[in-house]
């Protein structure tokens, strides 16, 4: 990938693998993910210590700038030791960082982004409802009632990564229901997770074990006016660049786990021994490992290829659609490879496979699914809308 980054990136690449390697050996990583649903708050200090939270936001804001690219880096790099423990990283920067960034006031700006890059302020993402993800409008029933001063929410999210440790709830409500089109009259908050009327439950779940996520319950919960996002009941339309932005570093955070299980593969191909071999000199493994490096090079093309145009402020969703079904659907299959090539010690929790296995598996479905994705990817060549 070295050709597409510039010399900075490229700096900044290396910077951020050997500091990786350094802080987040797998091991550590592994016992993290064991403690499941404590949040790993000596993962994100470290991450504060490095500025990483700061990955994105301006520096007029008091953040380290960069580009998506510098982001996707980023992502992909800690991905590749950490899997799912990225997500302690990526959630407020990619939910609550974002949104301010894209959608908020000036005011809104100088109030959260230095704390969000001074790693003073976590965000978790509410969108999801039990009626449906996929169909979020059609399922959406929470509600946004104007009083004075503000707005009264209530409702029930489902999924919220993060929710139970997050200081803001980025999230999307039906502010009006006299509309024609069911994408109008939404809009965004930010509701802080420890208002009245706010309950979180967490919910047992396959993977991404050391980011809890959450069901929330708002019941008549105040947030004053200075805490709507952007414009009230347009809040789907503002939404798409922050969600754009999500799904490619989702591609970067898949591409990142197949590095890592690439590495782990190849290591042990290397080592373990059957019939008086090494297990990398039987062919059918092999190409197993071909296999995985065909679809690293495919992802990383895509991703650097979308990462450009977002970079430009080119039109991208379709691209980055694609960017999120490759790379998930190649880790996805990666890491049930790398299962195989460890044998029984692919199935240990003593190895990290089975980690990359269950985290990645997720990102097939949220925060797009790849069903979904693929609809919009078919519209986009001019068929009918299919949903
Ligand atoms: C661990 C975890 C963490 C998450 N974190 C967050 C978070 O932080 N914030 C948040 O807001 N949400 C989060 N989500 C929710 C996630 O975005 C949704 O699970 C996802 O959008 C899918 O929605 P659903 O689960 O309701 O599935 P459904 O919408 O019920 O879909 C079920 C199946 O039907 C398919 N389907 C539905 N409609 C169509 C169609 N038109 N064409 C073809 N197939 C279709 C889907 O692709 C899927 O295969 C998380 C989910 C999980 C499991």
């Not at 987040?24 to 993290?32: A, S």
């Not at 993800?133 to 929470?142: E, V």
């Not at 946004?144 to 999210?157: D, H, L, S, T, Y």
């Not at 947030?223 to 414009?231: F, N, R, S």
Request: with cysteine; net charge negative.
């Amino acid at each position: 990938m070295d050709m597409y980054l510039g010399e900075e990136d490229r700096m900044f690449r290396d910077a951020v693998r050997g500091w990786v390697a350094a802080e987040f050996p797998k091991e550590w990583c592994r016992e993290l993910e064991r403690r499941e649903h404590e949040f790993p708050h000596a993962f994100w200090d470290k991450l504060t210590a490095f500025g990483a939270h700061g990955i994105g936001i301006a520096e007029e804001y008091g953040g380290q700038g960069g580009t998506i690219i510098t982001q996707a880096l980023f992502a992909r790099e800690l991905a590749r030791t950490a899997a799912g423990l990225g997500w302690v990283w990526g959630v407020t920067s990619f939910s609550g960082s974002k949104a301010i960034t894209f959608c908020g006031s000036e005011e809104q700006k100088q109030r959260f982004l230095p704390k969000i890059a001074a790693g003073e302020l976590k965000t978790a993402m509410a969108f999801s409802e039990p009626g449906g993800g996929t169909d979020l409008l059609g399922g959406m029933r929470t509600t946004a009632r104007r009083v004075e001063g503000g707005w009264v929410i209530n409702g029930e999210k489902i999924w919220s990564t993060c929710a139970n440790v997050a200081d803001y709830l980025f999230l999307m409500a039906r502010s009006n229901r006299d509309v024609q089109k069911r994408s109008d009259g939404i809009s965004i908050f930010f509701v802080p997770r420890t208002a009245k009327g706010v309950t979180v439950t967490e919910l047992p779940k396959l993977g991404m074990r050391c980011v809890a996520s959450c069901s929330v319950h708002l019941d008549e919960v105040f947030v004053p006016d200075e805490l709507l996002l952007g414009e009230e009941g347009k809040g789907w339309y503002q939404s798409t660049r922050t969600l754009n932005n999500e799904r490619l570093m989702n591609a970067a955070t898949c591409l990142g786990m197949l590095d890592g299980v690439i590495e782990d593969a190849l290591d042990h191909m290397k080592t373990r021994r059957a019939f008086g071999k090494t297990i990398g000199e039987f062919q059918i493994l092999q190409h197993y490992l071909a296999d995985m490096a065909m679809w690293q090079t495919q992802g990383e093309l895509l991703l650097m290829h979308t990462a450009r145009l977002q970079a430009e402020g080119l039109p991208s969703a379709t691209e980055s659609g694609m960017a999120k079904v490759l790379c998930s659907e190649y880790v996805s299959k990666a890491a049930d490879l790398g299962i195989q090539i460890l044998g029984g010690m692919g199935y240990s929790a003593e190895t990290d496979m089975q980690r990359y296995w269950r985290d990645s598996r997720l990102l097939r479905i949220g925060p797009i699914s790849n069903e979904m994705a693929r609809n919009m990817i078919a519209e986009s060549m001019g068929l009918p809308r299919s949903f």
